[in-house]
């Protein structure tokens, strides 16, 4: 697990020419559903997007979410805010659901991109209108996921000085 982790980066480039199966998402939608969440409320949908005008519509709507338009799918996490319970924690439980689909797209060999949409108002309207996801039901982020077409490098991280051990 601890590799899968490291070799985890945001890749914004994908090969066009690789399919990403039903399948593959559906093991990434199974593994955003195993995160853990407040009260085990799990206050999420997921929309799977393998269209291509609509991978390119979002890539056209999102500022920052230009690698749509390369990507061979692209998962929504829905934010249901009401059966977040205690109230207030859903962002932290869809962004749980998140990272597991990051890291289930690396255990893929695949590559992945978190693109925030919440708490962005303008996105919000965007994306919300592009999949017709009706209030109170907001849309949390698009995660555009496809083969790679470029490995970053790991850069040094670990940083000690964030760290204080109470022993
Ligand atoms: C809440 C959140 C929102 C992000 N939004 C975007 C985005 O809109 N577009 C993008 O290209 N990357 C986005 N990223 C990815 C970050 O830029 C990236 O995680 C960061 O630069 C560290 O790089 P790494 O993921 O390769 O370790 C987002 C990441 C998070 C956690």
């Not at 230009?66 to 061979?72: F, G």
């Amino acid at each position: 697990m601890h590799e899968l982790i490291e070799k985890r980066r945001s890749i914004r480039n994908f090969r066009t020419d690789k399919p990403v199966t039903k399948e593959q998402l559906s093991r990434m939608l199974e593994a955003a559903m195993q995160a853990p969440s407040a009260c085990n409320s799990r206050p999420w949908e997921f929309i799977a997007v393998t269209k291509r005008e609509i991978l390119d519509e979002i890539a056209r709507v999102h500022p920052y979410a230009a690698m749509c338009a390369t990507a061979a799918a692209a998962i929504i996490v829905v934010a249901i805010p009401q059966t977040g319970r205690p109230v207030g924690y859903y962002p932290q439980d869809c962004a749980a659901a998140t990272q597991n689909i990051l890291l289930e797209a690396v255990s893929q060999g695949l590559g992945a991109c978190w693109c925030g949409v919440y708490p962005r108002d303008e996105r919000i309207a965007s994306i919300r209108e592009l999949f017709s996801i009706s209030d109170p039901k907001i849309p949390f982020c698009v995660i555009a996921i496809g083969a790679p077409a470029e490995s970053p490098d790991r850069k040094g991280i670990f940083d000690e000085s964030r760290v204080r051990f109470v022993e």
